[in-house]
């Protein structure tokens, strides 16, 4: 990949760079779009990262469809260029099995009691990078593993793929956060687009765990962003009461079935809580709905 990366860099060309988990679906296509627009040639990377997952959580159960990804990229104006699609970018030991059936063993082999899916594997690898003040509110709370891995395998995909521009998309405000102040404390000479977020028809933020919703659930998880643009439409008309903003849109989740993580108002950048709106906010939501966990948020201003 880096060879590739190198020669195409050689002709002049700039890289643009779309990290996914795969199972790709309209949201992901929109940020191969949004690549299209900064850069010359795509690169798409498909890669279930071990090390953002604690052993309690679903790595054997994310979805995969790795020839439905393909046909997927193929429909986009102007397709990718190249698909960097690693079996296992954590393993550094010399054995005889094959990469596959190390990353398939490794993949249902993670267990409780250590920190991360690739701790438990004991294959060696022992450098993390951390953003320690943006990953520890939102998201960092109840999956203190998880900013820790994104963070590390961004790093690993920057440093193999050699990107001048890289897509994240707005439906993980926390972690497209990160990866900009990532970037800016460590140099790296790449820019960080935020692409919005996209939605289905029902206004449900796509997102490849959506497949294990039941109908139910699904319906009742429609109560995340329509309690969002409510949060906005109040504000608009001069509620900023953070708290007061909050508590309602807690009780309508709630009130669908849903099961609060966190729902919290924080400044866009700092990702600091803030009590009243007088700058940019960003209004941040993780739901439980059945087994599944959502995220949603909405930006806005007054």
């Known amino acids: 990949m880096r060879k590739w990366s190198r020669s195409t860099r050689s002709?002049?060309?700039?890289?643009?760079?779309?990290?996914?988990?795969?199972?790709?679906?309209?949201?992901?296509l929109s940020l191969v779009e949004e690549a299209h627009k900064h850069a010359e040639v795509v690169v798409v990377s498909i890669y279930v990262n071990p090390g953002q997952f604690s052993p309690s959580e679903d790595l054997s159960t994310y979805p995969s469809d790795f020839h439905g990804d393909i046909l997927n990229l193929k429909s986009v104006p102007?397709?990718?260029?190249?698909?960097?699609?690693?079996?296992?970018?954590?393993?550094?030991?010399?054995?005889?099995?094959?990469?596959?059936?190390?990353?398939?063993?490794?993949?249902?082999?993670?267990?409780?009691?250590?920190v991360s899916c690739v701790e438990e594997r004991g294959i060696g690898h022992e450098t993390w990078v951390r953003v320690e003040k943006l990953e520890k509110g939102l998201c960092g709370k109840s999956r203190p593993v998880f900013f820790r891995g994104v963070?590390?395998?961004?790093?690993?995909?920057?440093?193999?793929?050699?990107?001048?521009?890289?897509?994240?998309?707005?439906k993980d405000y926390q972690?497209?956060?990160?990866?900009?102040?990532?970037?800016?404390?460590?140099?790296?000479?790449?820019?960080?687009?935020?692409?919005?977020?996209?939605?289905?028809?029902?206004?449900?933020a796509l997102s490849s765990r959506n497949v294990h919703l039941s109908p139910k659930e699904r319906e009742k998880a429609l109560s995340i962003s329509k309690s969002l643009l409510k949060a906005?439409?109040?504000?608009?008309?001069?509620?900023v009461n953070c708290k007061e903003l909050t508590d309602t849109v807690?009780?309508?989740?709630?009130?669908?079935?849903?099961?609060?993580?966190?729902?919290?108002?924080?400044?866009?950048?700092?990702?600091?809580?803030v009590e009243e709106i007088k700058n940019p906010v960003v209004f941040c939501i993780a739901a439980w709905f059945g087994k599944v966990r959502l995220i949603d948020n909405i930006e806005f201003s007054v």
Request: with cysteine.
């Open 151 to 170: 963070a590390t395998i961004v790093t690993k995909l920057f440093n193999i793929v050699e990107p001048d521009v890289a897509v994240f998309g707005k």
């Open 78 to 114: 102007g397709g990718v260029d190249a698909v960097f699609a690693p079996n296992n970018l954590y393993d550094y030991r010399e054995n005889k099995k094959s990469e596959i059936d190390v990353d398939m063993e490794n993949k249902n082999s993670c267990k409780k009691g250590v």
């Open 232 to 239: 906005k439409s109040d504000a608009k008309i001069g509620l």
């Open 250 to 273: 807690v009780q309508t989740i709630t009130q669908a079935g849903g099961r609060i993580d966190y729902a919290e108002i924080v400044e866009q950048e700092s990702l600091e809580a």
């Open 175 to 204: 972690q497209w956060r990160i990866i900009q102040r990532m970037v800016r404390d460590l140099d790296f000479g790449i820019e960080i687009v935020g692409s919005d977020i996209v939605r289905d028809t029902d206004g449900l």
């Open 11 to 28: 002709q002049g060309k700039t890289i643009g760079l779309v990290p996914t988990m795969g199972y790709l679906h309209q949201g992901h």
